[in-house]
């Protein structure tokens, strides 16, 4: 019998998958994050631990578990908060969980794409601010979707059913990848460099992963590239976008606008973002539905169950030698 810490309580059926083995379970009953001194003493003795993307699970973290941690199993499909190499130095198996997210996240880039572009947000306020006069020719003109170039930048699960969403909307299609993608060209989509991608879209969604080589990725000079009258989405990771430069560039009308689900520094957000009436806002909410929250939560139990029994589990990010 091994112990698993879930560090924080999870929607669905993961914890009672967890329960139902024959281990131990302790779960944070907390309804907050614990802070790092709390972690570090609650995760000491376990074998296995269900973490979530806003705890940075690094050495420290591994030396407070001690040497029996086989798993760590990130309730998500991002597992930049992991410090993999160490994890994989110490032969610790790190989980994630792509596939079971990929709609509901798709379906989020779309929702600020069209929100931000038909200013949505705003015409909301108006609203309920009772501030409507009526009809007018030039009230909140937004930016055409229809026929427009969108551009998506790495064309894994989650950029790819953007992309698919797209059809509907007879949309011209490019993208960034390392190489071609299949699955991409099989939607008429175009391979091209960062550059060109930038220069030429009317809409740019980020689904690249954050990683040192994608830190700030769009940076003031690559936001200049992007048309006055583009806009950006991103779902990933908010790291991927220098979010000062991006107040500057919405702020001189340099960017038509911005749909934004991630931010640099969760949860706050560099000064002057939300001044922007060009932007729309969501507090990371790419996998908030409750099904696929459950999946979620499935998939991370099975992850970590797997490991725990000796066996290959569905996802894990780096290999351990048996
Ligand atoms: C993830 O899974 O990485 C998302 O950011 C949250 O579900």
Known sequence: MAKIFVTHPIPGAGVDMLRESKHEVAVNR?????????????VVGCAGLLTQLREAIDAEVFDAAGDQLKVVSNYAVGFNNIDVDEATRREITVCNTPGVLTEATADIAWTLLMG???????????????????????????????????????????????????????????????????DMEALGARHVDLETALREADFVSVHVPLTPDTHHLLNADRLAMMKPTAYLINTARGPVIDESALVVALKTGKLAGAGLDVYEDEPALKQGLTGCDNTLLLPHLGSATIQTRARMSELAARNLLTVLDNQAPPHAVNQIQA
């Open 30 to 42: 907390e309804s907050r994050f614990l802070s790092r001194d709390e972690l570090l003493e609650a």
């Open 116 to 182: 931000v572009a038909r200013r949505a947000v705003e015409g909301d306020h108006i609203m309920r601010a009772g501030d409507w006069s009526g009809w007018k020719p030039t009230e909140l003109l937004g930016g055409d979707i229809e026929g427009r170039t969108l551009a998506i930048l790495g064309a894994g699960r989650i950029g790819t059913a953007v992309a698919r969403r797209s059809i509907g909307w007879n949309m011209k299609l490019m993208y960034t990848a390392r190489s071609p993608k299949p």
